[in-house]
C-alpha cells in the first residue's frame, strides 16, 4: 500500500498528515509542542524511512531529533548533533534545512544559522562542519536576512558526487566542484536591488533554489525582488520573471520527475507580505519559466497571509502532489500539480517547513 506522508513544521511543535488517496488525511501532533520546528527531511533511500527534524527549544537550543518508525518515537544524539568546533567560537542558533544526499545513502547534509554547512555520514545521528565553506574568505562579509543569517537551500548535483549548489541569505548562491573543499560565488546576472552596486559578485538576498529534476544543470532561484533561472549549474542567471504578478516570494518547486516544470507562490513585495490583489494562488510553468499559469482553484480570497521558503513541497508521484502552510497556520495539498487544491489543516502555529514523501 501507498502512503503519502506530509511533515509540517510549525513554531509551537511539528504535525504528521497521512493519507492513502491524497484525498482524505489524517492528522498526527504535535510532536515537540512549544519547540520551533523549522527543517525536516525525509530519508526514503532505505528501509525503514528516517524522519530528521531540526528542533529549537528558547531553553535548552537547536538539536537534530530521528525517528525511524514515522514519529511514533524520538532519538536525539547526546549533548546535540551539531556542534561548532571550539576554534571557530561559534554556536548554532537554528538548524535551516536537512537534506539526504543523492549518492550515498548514509550521507545527509545539513546547514545552520549563523551560515554554516555539516555533513553526516551515520544517517543524520552525528555532523561534522564543512570548513571550506566556513573558511570562505566572504564569510565575514555575508549579512542576515529578515529571517536570519541562514544556508536555506542545499542541492547535491546528482551528476556529480563532487559538486553542490548552496545559497543563503544573504550571500547568494554558492558552487563546490571538489567535494566542498573550494566554493565559488555563482550570483552572475541576480540583481540587489538593494545596495549601491545591483550585480554584485556576492550579497544577493536569494530566497530559494531548486534543481531541474531532467536537466541538472538547469537551476531556478527565487530572489528578493527577481525570479531567474540558470541553465550552467548557476556560473550565469537570466530573469525568468515575466508574466508573474510580482516578482518578489519566498518559495520555488521544480517537479520531481518532469524537467521544465516549476511552481512559485508570489508574496506582494517586500513591504507588502500579502498575496497579489488578495488572492492565495501559485503560479506554475511548464516551459522552464517562458510562461506562467495562475493556480486558484480551493485557494482562499481575500487572503493576507503570506508562505514561508521552506513551507512548500511537492511530493513523487507521477501527477505530482503540491504542499505548502501560510503563517495563519493553514495546510493546503493538491493532487493534481496546482490545478486544485484543498485545505488538510487549519488553526496550526506559523508553518515553517513542509516536507512531502511517498512510502510504500
Known amino acids: 500500500m501507498t502512503e503519502t506522508l506530509v511533515t509540517i513544521g510549525t513554531r509551537k511543535g511539528l504535525w504528521l498528515a497521512r493519507s492513502d488517496d491524497r484525498s482524505t488525511w489524517t492528522l498526527d501532533g504535535p510532536h515537540f509542542l512549544m519547540r520551533e520546528v523549522p527543517s525536516i527531511g525525509i530519508d526514503t533511500r532505505s528501509r525503514p524511512p528516517r524522519l530528521l527534524v531540526g ?23 547526546p549533548e546535540g548533533s551539531l556542534r561548532f568546533p571550539e576554534d571557530t567560537g561559534a554556536a548554532v542558533e537554528r538548524v535551516w534545512q536537512i537534506t539526504p544526499d543523492v549518492h550515498d545513502d548514509d550521507v ?13 555520514g551515520d544517517r543524520g545521528e552525528t555532523f561534522s562542519l564543512v570548513r571550506g565553506l566556513w573558511e570562505h574568505p566572504h564569510r565575514p562579509e555575508w549579512g542576515a536576512g529578515f529571517g536570519g543569517a541562514a544556508i536555506h537551500t542545499i542541492l547535491p548535483d546528482p551528476a556529480d558526487s563532487d559538486a553542490m549548489v548552496v545559497a543563503m541569505s ?31 559578485e556576492f550579497g544577493q538576498c536569494v530566497h530559494k533554489v531548486a534543481r531541474d529534476s531532467v536537466n541538472p544543470a538547469r537551476l531556478y532561484a527565487q530572489n528578493h525582488h527577481g525570479v531567474y533561472r540558470s541553465d550552467d ?57 517562458a510562461s506562467w499559469v495562475t493556480c486558484t482553484e480551493g485557494l482562499p480570497a481575500p487572503s ?9 513541497a511537492a511530493d513523487t508521484h507521477p501527477q505530482a502532489g503540491i504542499y505548502f502552510g501560510t ?8 493532487a493534481d500539480e496546482g490545478e486544485s487544491f484543498a485545505r488538510i489543516a487549519e488553526q496550526l502555529p506559523d508553518v515553517l517547513c513542509v516536507r512531502a514523501a511517498v512510502l510504500t
Open 108 to 120: 545527509v547534509w545539513a546547514s545552520t544559522e549563523p551560515q554554516a554547512l555539516w555533513r553526516s
Open 233 to 289: 549549474n548557476g556560473a550565469m542567471w537570466t530573469s525568468i520573471a515575466d508574466g508573474l504578478p510580482t516578482d518578489f516570494g519566498f518559495t520555488v518547486l521544480a517537479h520531481p520527475s518532469r524537467g521544465d516544470t516549476l511552481w512559485l507562490i508570489p508574496v506582494t513585495a517586500d513591504g507588502e507580505r500579502i498575496p497579489p490583489g488578495g488572492q492565495l494562488q501559485v503560479q506554475r510553468s511548464v516551459d522552464a519559466g
Open 304 to 312: 493576507y497571509t503570506c508562505v514561508l521558503r521552506d513551507a512548500a
Open 55 to 77: 528542533v529549537r527549544s528558547e531553553h535548552w537550543g537547536p538539536t537534530v531529533m530521528r525517528s525511524d518508525d514515522l514519529g511514533h518515537s524520538w532519538d536525539e544524539t
Open 170 to 200: 544573504t550571500g547568494g548562491v554558492y558552487r563546490t566542484a571538489d567535494g566542498g573543499t573550494s566554493w565559488t560565488a555563482n550570483n552572475r546576472g541576480i540583481k540587489a536591488p538593494y545596495v549601491p552596486d545591483p550585480w554584485p
Open 327 to 334: 503563517r495563519n497556520g493553514e495546510v493546503y495539498a493538491s
